[in-house]
């Protein structure tokens, strides 16, 4: 124990030089736009705050009066430096570009469309299925910004329910924005005509994962849950889509 401590508090300025590394990495971290970087950062940041306090006790305990007083002054300005600190989080990952999408592949042998330039209350302009042929299609729909969606479906003989999308990665399967999309996506329905109707989002739904100009695959599945029934997938399509940016 006591080499332990002579090696991190022996001379008395080495946790001092530790604590004002970490803090200069604080000021480097917005040029390295990676989140476990800016944790990584925070975390040595808050190891050098303890070093150094412990280093104050030490210094005290042998009585050396300057270089404790010292020490204490540099881990005052630590403890100052917290409510900026806060702030800085906040205000990085709130501009911290999102990488999800940047080194993904569009899969060229599947099929795959783009989104409709329609906005709230779209219809599909090939509305001649039959409900013999197809009873469920739907389309998805740019809204405002990319990232930012809508979309209709064509349901023929349905009892009441909810439709809800859910989306995923295609070449990773990854669930995209899992946590908000369902409620979002939230259409009630009911149709117990043998003729399709058009049912449509008055609100839009936003896919988080992604940038900007970092277009990718998605699958996005309709789902229904009857007013008393287990949910069931009523059809699928494939989506060149972007995530929104922050």
């Known amino acids: 124990m006591k080499k332990v401590i002579?090696?991190?508090?022996?001379?008395?300025w080495k946790p001092l030089v530790c604590f004002a590394i970490t803090f200069l990495l604080l000021f480097i971290n917005p040029f390295i736009p990676y989140e476990t970087t800016l944790n990584i950062t925070l975390l040595l940041f808050f190891l050098g705050l303890l070093l150094i306090f412990i280093s104050v006790i030490v210094l005290l305990v042998n009585k050396k009066w300057k270089h404790a007083f010292i020490n204490f002054m540099a881990f005052m300005l630590g403890i100052f430096f917290i409510p900026i600190l806060s702030l800085y989080v906040f205000f990085y990952l709130q501009n911290m570009p999102d990488n999800y999408a940047n080194n993904l592949e569009i899969p060229k042998n599947i099929e795959i469309e783009k989104p409709q330039n329609e906005n709230f209350s779209p219809?599909?302009?090939?509305?001649?299925?039959?409900?013999?042929?197809?009873?469920?299609?739907?389309?998805i729909h740019n809204g405002m910004q990319p990232g930012i969606y809508s979309y209709n479906v064509l349901l023929g003989n349905i009892e009441k329910g909810t439709i809800y999308l859910k989306a995923y990665e295609i070449t990773h399967n990854d669930s995209l924005s899992a946590e908000s999309l369902k409620q979002s996506s939230s259409i009630i329905v009911e149709n117990h005509s043998n003729?399709?109707?058009n049912f449509y989002m008055t609100d839009d739904f936003t896919i988080y994962e992604g940038d900007w100009g970092y277009p990718y695959a998605a699958r996005f599945e309709v789902w229904f849950k009857p007013e008393n029934g287990t949910e069931r997938k009523l059809t699928e399509k494939n989506y060149i889509i972007e995530g929104w940016q922050r």
């Open 123 to 139: 219809t599909l302009k090939d509305t001649v299925y039959t409900f013999d042929k197809r009873i469920c299609d739907f389309n």
């Open 195 to 197: 003729s399709l109707k």
């Open 6 to 12: 002579s090696f991190l508090f022996k001379p008395w």
